[in-house]
């Protein structure tokens, strides 16, 4: 019987994946010493919040095996509508029930375009980021908010610590705890596996593949919520650009998480998203100037898909290789007599 | 006829530790139609697959014409002049059939940069037509075409690369009618005069009979024995055995006895009356009870897989009535029919029926995860996987993993886990569409076994393109002839008139085309 | 119950009667901007706006042909960006033009190699390794920079090349109006278009027909790259300088000519012509906001909106895609 006499596949990748980090860290610290301090640790872990969130987001969207790219967009726009409200004088709990609101309604235009109006998903959602980060202007014509930013508390969210470790991070365990109970433990998890994997036989089994389609965009703008507020605690102010690094991090994580465990998943895009902080953090005490970031990122991604999709493990390709999935089902033999071929759903 | 063309020594293959091939040797004669026959899993598959370069063989020679070759990619196998033509062959829909036969061969040297000469392309399809006659417009688009039509133009293109020497079919005639059987049959017979020699994979032994020279069985990955028709035609019966391995049983279970079905007829749990969709099917109506079978009869294209989604709620009808359980049934998506209690267990099992990738208990699970979770949504793990393994005795999984991905499974077994999440949703109603579809002999009793013990408790519809299967299991069988019901529900009916209800609608119409 | 056929190949003659819809969208767009500001049918407006439609049709023409085949190429800004500032580094110390244009092709040729090796060969995802190249590809052309635009004295030769006009008509779009019509012509007449299109509809069977479909699948990604970065190189010459960041509201432009133009003649299907339509919108767009006086973020509000109202027409009323599962 396969898998009774190996080791657990995981138990492999995740001991893998620790030593990869412990390595980085060791050429990091190598290289600059001040990397292995208690303050440089609790940095990183502090950055992780931001791009944690819009990583954890997009998971969803890659779990059903769909593209979103307006985030930084989103981030940019509900960045700018929270920092209105507060520099309006709204308390930082309602400024971000607007916040949240303002992208679950962004996250349904998303869903409605690619679930039920069968639109592009990489086409609506550039059209979608494009109005939104275009949108983020119209609030103060360009200009950054920060009044009030201190006085609601806001900043404390990014200074704050308990027992040494700051609240963001906190924050992001515990939505990341629930996010993972969700996609990994609930049935409703399944479901988005499922819809994502073959939509056809969840159709089949009773799925609503459109709704949870639409609701895989929904919860990963939501998310997109928390991102500005912790770029917003962190920066003291909100500005027009504020969103416009998020892509790259949120892809690289989700996308390197899935190659390391072979398939996109809550625990997967935390390990992603922690890596791609440490090595950030690592070339940035390196001095290596900001606009090298994404390009090491790329190289990162590269690297890592690369590396790993010549695994065994067939829900990478899924994730990866599109047309493969072509190919593999012309090799294979089908044993259905199924005349309709030609009218597949790709 | 007489030289071997191909000598195929010791071939060997394994997948993971399943052995496919075992010390395979396999000769094919110049000029000569080859059948290769044998329950699924057989090897049958694999061999022409190692020939046509699409698998690589552990160990073994290959020789053409006595000169040894190494075939590791298809391009190798073209080289050497073996063509493949896959059992659902890929053509591109939206280009016509000319265009489609001369895909990739359009010049001698097709650069990317070449002018695409349609005229000539057409002029040289007519050529080929004229030395392979087959009656099939090259200017329709592909889309537009029948199967059999398809799988023709699949065998011209397979032929228009360099001397083709070697031609093998995996299974063509599947989902073919007899009538189309013959057209393929015939181009076969022109190639065969051409030189050209032909392997060919079946599953069905009367067509050994029909086209093929000699034939050789496989079992369990080893060739069992060559012979011609000549000798195969007094020992018909020992084939199948050969094929089996045991002697052939009963392959249907008992049926309800017809009295029995007049006197206590079970509660009717699905009634449809004048059910209609579109241009597919017309005027439908039948009853499906509780302890019995109905079998609804009909060829590919007859209506029955879109009456399949009708009733199950994948599409909507036009016109009609359904009535589930005295209750007006209205179907907007099959979460619906499922919350109803209605299972389909559908034709493309692969794509239709499960997730792949998934582990069995995945599957078992997903039609009914209401059942499968607790407070708050969350899956109960250990209750799951203890009634998973319940069922998966009762369906006899083989090997009985729940932690396996379902596409690990043989055809057989794959259906055998949708049965069995079928049974996970406790339905009052199943649907079986095409229920032994790529199922090997073997598995099969097991299957028709299984939909007989669940018609005891629940409603069975069995619909299929294959009359015999229909005949062996239904009750009560009904037939349906290009969108039309032909054939009233009726018990006991003899297979000769179903057979020509569904292969020529009406009798009536038999009569008058007479 | 069969899916209707998509487009079949049209004549010369046809083209202009089906691309009607999309072509009078962009007179009546022109003609209404004209009539706000009579300035539009300046000459030097005419001009900027044919150089506009020349930089972006060669920004996208390779990836006209990419998304035919139903993959994406996202990193096109990437290598317009990385020769832009390359061959503004190169001129700015004094190498001169040379080996300004012949350095940024290469390097738009090296990202395409890139791109077509990992997808074409080794069978990524499009879109994974061109968000990743083209992200590495901006990083570099950054850096090239140092995080600064690089400013010249003067455009030389190359400067004038691409100012000087015949009448109305820029010689560049002269230029690449004949590289369109090359393009045209390989699309609906050679092996080159008939194999790209078949691929989109089954990229199975053209594998199995033995055509190398990775090696045509490299030198799409290639020709993509290249095309960009003479983009790329174009501006820098036009601009007098080498500026990364002006590359980005191409992307978002760029699709949307793109996507537009495939609701004309193909019907669903991304073309050169279509896309040069497409470009001729948004080069029309980008002129006549900037003379109405539209701040940036209106205009990527207005592009947006357009880009997201372009497709949904093109599903409502373009070709049936392939069938989805549950009919509602």
Redesign the interface.
């Known amino acids: 019987m396969p898998g009774l006499k190996r080791v657990s596949p995981l138990f492999i990748r995740t001991v893998a994946y620790l030593m990869v980090l412990c390595l980085i860290a060791g050429v990091f610290t190598w290289f600059a010493p001040q990397f292995m301090t208690a303050g440089n640790l609790a940095t990183i872990l502090r950055h992780l919040a931001a791009d944690g969130f819009a990583a954890l987001g997009l998971t969803f969207v890659i779990v059903v095996a769909r593209y979103e790219v307006s985030f930084p967009g989103v981030v940019c726009f509900v960045a700018m509508a929270m920092g209105f409200l507060i520099s309006g004088g709204l308390s930082l709990p309602l400024a971000f029930i607007g916040g949240v609101l303002i992208c679950a309604g962004v996250g349904a235009i998303n869903g409605i375009a690619v679930s039920y109006l069968k639109l592009n998903d990489m086409v609506s959602t550039i059209a979608v980021g494009s109005l939104a980060g275009g949108g983020a202007f119209l609030f103060n014509g360009g200009q950054s908010f920060f009044k009030n930013f201190v006085s609601c508390g806001l900043l404390r969210l990014n200074d704050a610590k308990f027992a040494g470790i700051n609240i963001s991070v906190y924050l992001l365990i515990g939505v990341y705890f629930v996010a993972w109970l969700i996609l990994h433990r609930s049935r409703f998890g399944r479901v988005f596996y499922a819809t994502g994997e073959n939509p056809t036989s969840a159709t089949y089994s009773g799925i609503n593949v459109r709704a949870v389609t639409f609701w895989a965009y929904l919860i990963c703008s939501v998310l997109m919520a928390l991102v500005a507020l912790m770029l917003m605690a962190e920066t003291g102010m909100a500005n027009v650009h504020i969103g416009s690094g998020c892509m790259m991090a949120a892809y690289t994580g989700v996308f390197l998480g899935a190659a390391l465990f072979g398939g996109a998943g809550v625990p997967a895009t935390f390990a992603g998203t922690l890596l791609i902080a440490v090595i950030l953090n690592g070339f940035n005490l390196l001095s290596v100037p900001y606009y090298w970031s994404d390009a090491v990122l790329g190289v990162v991604l590269v690297l890592g898909i690369v590396a790993f999709h010549k695994d065994g493990v067939n829900r990478l390709k899924n994730v990866f290789k599109a047309k493969k999935k072509a190919q593999d089902r012309a090799v294979e033999i089908s044993d259905s007599d199924n005349n309709l071929r030609l009218e597949r759903v790709k | 006829m007489g030289e071997t063309i191909l000598n195929m020594i010791g071939i060997e293959k394994s997948f993971g530790s399943v052995k496919a091939l075992d010390n395979i040797d396999f000769n094919l004669e110049q000029g000569e139609i080859h059948a290769l026959v044998g329950t699924n899993g057989a090897g049958k598959s694999t061999l022409v697959k190692i020939l046509s370069g699409v698998y690589t063989k552990d160990a073994g020679e290959v020789r053409i014409a006595g000169e040894p070759v190494e075939i590791a990619t298809p391009r190798d196998a073209v080289n050497c002049g073996v063509a493949a033509v896959q059992q659902h062959p890929e053509l591109v829909p939206n280009l016509t059939g000319y265009e489609n036969i001369f895909l990739g061969r359009e010049h001698y040297n097709p650069g990317l940069f070449r002018k695409v000469n349609r005229r000539a392309l057409r002029a040289r399809a007519d050529e080929l037509s004229k030395q392979f006659p087959i009656s099939i417009d090259l200017d329709r688009k592909v889309s537009r075409l029948s199967v059999v039509e398809r799988e023709l133009l699949a065998i011209l293109h397979s032929l228009t690369r360099q001397d083709i020497r070697i031609l093998t079919l995996d299974e063509p005639t599947s989902t073919l009618t007899e009538k189309e059987q013959e057209s393929l049959f015939s181009l076969m017979r022109a190639l065969k005069n051409r030189g050209i020699s032909i392997i060919y994979i079946t599953h069905r032994l009367e067509e050994v009979f029909t086209v093929a020279d000699r034939f050789t069985i496989f079992r369990g990955g080893r060739r069992i024995t060559t012979m011609s028709s000549e000798q195969a035609v007094q020992s018909t019966k020992s084939l199948a055995e050969m094929m089996l391995g045991k002697a052939l049983g009963d392959v249907y279970p008992a049926k309800k006895e017809a009295a029995a079905l007049e006197n206590e007829p079970g509660e009717t749990v699905l009634k449809v009356e004048g059910l209609s969709f579109g241009e597919s099917f017309k005027e439908v109506s039948f009853k499906a009870c509780k302890g019995e079978i109905l079998g609804i009869y009909g060829l590919v294209g007859s209506g029955i897989s879109e009456l399949s989604k009708v009733l199950f709620g994948v599409l909507r009808p036009g016109e009609g009535t359904m009535v589930f359980k005295g209750e007006k049934l209205v179907l907007k998506n099959p979460g619906k029919a499922l919350r109803r209690g209605i299972f389909l267990i559908p034709r493309d099992r692969r794509v239709e029926g499960l997730t792949l990738e998934r582990d069995v208990l995945f599957n078992l699970t997903l039609a009914n995860l209401k059942k499968a979770s607790g407070l708050g949504g969350f899956v109960k793990v250990r209750k799951t996987w203890q009634e998973g393994a319940r069922l998966a005795e009762i369906v006899t999984l083989e090997p009985p993993n729940l932690a396996t991905k379902a596409g690990n499974f043989s055809g057989g077994n794959q259906q055998k886990i949708v049965i069995a999440k079928g049974l996970y949703t406790e339905a009052d109603l199943y649907i079986f569409v095409e229920p032994t579809a790529g199922v090997d002999i073997g598995a099969r009793s097991t299957v028709y076994a299984l939909i007989r013990e669940l018609s005891k408790t629940s409603a069975v519809i069995v619909m299929s393109s294959d009359c015999d299967e229909v005949h062996g299991l239904a009750d009560r069988a009904t037939a349906l002839y290009k969108g039309k019901q032909v054939l009233a529900p009726t018990a006991e009916v003899p297979r000769d008139q179903l057979l020509v209800a569904g292969i020529m609608g009406n009798e009536e119409r038999k009569r008058c085309q007479v | 119950?069969?899916?209707q056929?998509?487009t079949e190949r049209f004549s010369l003659l046809r083209l202009f009667f089906v691309n009607q819809g999309l072509c009078i969208f962009l007179a009546l767009l022109f003609v209404a901007f004209a009539w706000a500001r009579p300035t539009m049918i300046y000459a030097s407006t005419l001009v900027t706006i044919l150089k506009s439609i020349s930089i972006l049709v060669l920004m996208t023409i390779g990836v006209t042909w990419i998304i035919a085949t139903?993959?994406?190429d996202i990193s096109f800004v990437g290598s317009a960006a990385v020769a832009n500032m390359l061959a503004a580094w190169l001129v700015l110390n004094g190498y001169g033009w040379g080996l300004g244009i012949a350095c940024g092709l290469i390097a738009g040729a090296a990202i395409g190699i890139v791109n077509g090796y990992?997808i074409g060969y080794?069978?990524?995802?499009?879109?994974?390794?061109t968000?990743?190249?083209?992200?590495?590809s901006?990083?570099?052309a950054?850096?090239i920079g140092?995080?600064a635009s690089l400013g010249m004295n003067s455009a030389g030769w190359m400067g004038e090349l691409v100012s000087a006009t015949i009448g109305v008509v820029p010689i560049i779009a002269i230029g690449v109006g004949a590289a369109c019509f090359l393009g045209w012509y390989?699309q609906e007449?050679?092996?080159?278009g008939?194999?790209i299109?078949?691929q989109e509809?089954?990229?199975?069977?053209?594998?199995?027909?033995?055509?190398n479909v990775k090696r045509?699948n490299l030198?799409l990604f290639v020709f993509s790259s290249v095309m960009a970065s003479v983009a790329g190189i174009l501006l820098t010459a036009a601009l007098s300088s080498g500026n990364a960041g002006i590359m980005w509201p191409y992307?978002?432009d760029g699709?949307t000519a793109i996507?537009l133009g495939s609701m004309a003649i193909r019907k669903g299907q991304p073309n050169i012509l279509g896309t040069i339509v497409g470009s001729g919108i948004l080069a029309v767009l980008n002129s006549g906001s900037g003379l109405m006086g539209w701040?940036?973020?209106?205009?990527?509000?207005i592009?947006?909106?357009l880009?997201?109202i372009g497709?949904?027409l093109l599903?409502r009323f373009g070709t049936e895609?392939?069938?989805?599962?549950?009919?509602a």
């Open positions: 119950m069969n899916a056929p998509r139903g993959q994406l990992l080794f069978g990524l995802s499009s879109l994974i390794v968000i990743a190249t083209g992200a590495v901006m990083s570099v950054e850096g140092a995080g390989s007449k050679l092996l080159w008939h194999y299109y078949a509809l089954n990229y199975v069977a053209v594998v199995e027909a033995g055509i045509l030198l992307m978002v699709l996507f701040t940036d973020y209106q205009q990527s509000i592009k947006g909106a880009l997201l497709i949904f599903v895609r392939v069938s989805e599962v549950v009919e």
